[in-house]
């Protein structure tokens, strides 16, 4: 079946550093992968996706390329900021019997200091 | 912009009472989604929804759990007899198709404290 592998958290930076929360699929056919963050409070936003093999996605000076020979959509930022922190979860969607189900990662807390 | 809203944010009933967790998905969306996120556990699939009826569900969607659209709006997750184990964050999510390609949006989430 499908899964996804995150690294652990927390990870804790500080302000103006360099960020890397690695990601690791498995599935079969060619998913879609995502990255969703989680702000204290509020629910899951899409971050950026990516939905082909070297497809690099991007978004608030996140990126993330899909890297098949990996099997890998590692998630970086050249230079966090405080207002960062939060849960990051990387997910794929991929086929399910005929529909697209999501699977997530356990999620990688962002702790940022000023 | 549209968002996904769900009400109520925190919700705490006793073991074996029924719930009904309320979702308001965007509004041209036509896929439905629920899922659950126990404390410091991955996010995990309960079903999806279209027309009316279920398109998908995972093992833990058992009889227990049902949805329904009872009018336009709502979209509600209702669980007959909860269990201690039911205790999780419960997110509603919507998407205008069903595409791997296309992206779901989350509501807030209700939390749920079965005791």
């Known amino acids: 079946g499908n899964s996804v592998t995150q690294m652990e958290g927390p990870v804790t930076l500080s302000e103006e550093a360099f960020l890397t929360i690695n990601c690791t699929y498995t599935?079969?056919?060619?998913?879609?992968l995502f990255w969703y963050v989680q702000y204290p409070g509020e629910g899951l936003q899409l971050l950026l996706k990516a939905t082909k093999a070297d497809d690099k996605g991007s978004n608030k000076g996140f990126e993330a390329t899909y890297r098949k020979e990996t099997t890998s959509f590692h998630l970086e930022k050249g230079s966090v900021q405080v207002s960062d922190s939060a849960v990051y979860f990387c997910a794929l969607s991929g086929e399910s019997g005929g529909s697209y189900i999501p699977t997530f990662g356990r999620g990688t807390s962002l702790i940022v200091h000023p | 912009e549209p968002e996904v809203t769900q009400t109520p944010s925190h919700q705490v009933t006793q073991m074996g009472q029924e719930v009904i967790l309320r979702c308001v998905p965007i509004s041209n969306h036509l896929y439905f989604y629920w899922y659950r996120q126990i404390l410091g556990q991955k996010v995990e699939f309960l079903v999806s929804?279209?027309?009316?009826?279920?398109?998908?569900k995972s093992e833990i969607f058992d009889d227990q759990f049902s949805v329904e659209r009872p009018d336009g709006s709502n979209f509600t997750l209702k669980i007959r007899s909860t269990k201690l184990e039911d205790s999780a964050m419960y997110f509603c999510?919507?998407?205008?198709?069903?595409?791997?390609?296309?992206?779901?949006?989350f509501g807030p989430g209700t939390r749920l404290t079965v005791l």
């Open positions: 599935a079969t056919g060619y998913p879609s």
């Open positions: 999510a919507s998407s205008a198709r069903p595409k791997n390609t296309d992206t779901q949006y």
């Open positions: 929804f279209y027309n009316n009826e279920i398109s998908e």
